[in-house]
């Protein structure tokens, strides 16, 4: 598997087949029983890790909201930021006129607000990060229609000139992939484009029969 840099490259596949596993050794999170990882040439395991997760911004399905105002979460991204680099980002984000219409605005508490409001406050983060490379585990699931939408908007925005890996049921996620990997069982059962592998019929294609607007 080869990530290109200043691409975006989606993992695919059923769930329990490696996916998210996947992105926990990209973090370092642990490392492989067998064969390597390497990062412009270099052993994944030579990185400092706090460097190289300095370099690289995480959303996930749920990510972590703690006990804190929103200013304070979105600050996470970067605690040096100021009020007005925190408020561009979280315009970037799209959460920025709904904070305006709370009484408490940025001081509201960030464990108050909704599921869709927390994943744009966990992007928001990204923007003020400002990583070359992201990784995003399935960043819309179990949100509505219009949060999904919404933070559709914030995600392809916050894509833009970063090596991204993305994991998605949705085809509208993935369908602009540069490439895309269907993982099966734990390991790459097939790699192209979204194109490529619907006229493949193969795994990529039965898979996605059972993804949500295939």
């Known amino acids: 598997m080869e990530v290109r840099p200043g691409e975006i490259t989606a993992l695919v596949g059923l769930s329990g087949a490696g996916k998210s596993t996947m ?14 990882i390497l990062l412009d040439g270099v052993s994944l395991r030579e990185y400092d890790t706090d460097y190289l997760r300095s370099r690289i911004g995480l959303v996930l399905q749920k ?3 703690f006990n804190g105002t929103i200013e304070d ?3 996470y991204g970067n605690p040096e930021a100021t009020m007005e680099q925190i408020e561009s980002a979280a315009r970037q984000s799209y959460i920025h006129d709904q904070i305006m219409t709370m009484p408490e605005g940025y001081q509201t508490p960030a464990t108050k607000l909704s599921g869709g409001q927390q994943q744009k406050i966990a992007i928001a983060r ?3 990060k400002n990583p070359p490379i992201l990784f995003l585990d399935e960043p819309t699931a179990s ?9 559709k908007n914030s995600i392809d925005a916050i894509k833009k000139n970063r090596t991204v890996i993305i994991i998605s049921h949705s085809i509208s996620q993935i369908i602009d992939s540069d490439c895309i990997y269907v993982m099966e069982k734990g390991r790459i059962a097939e790699h192209g484009t979204h194109e490529s592998l619907y006229r493949r019929q193969g795994t990529y294609k039965k898979s996605s029969m059972r ?3 295939a």
């Open 23 to 36: 992105i926990n050794l990209l973090d370092k999170f642990y490392f492989p029983d067998s064969g390597e």
């Open 63 to 65: 990510n972590h909201i």
């Open 73 to 75: 979460n979105i600050r």
């Open 126 to 128: 990204m923007f003020l």
């Open 143 to 151: 949100l509505d229609a219009i949060s999904t939408e919404q933070i």
């Open 211 to 213: 993804w949500p607007g």
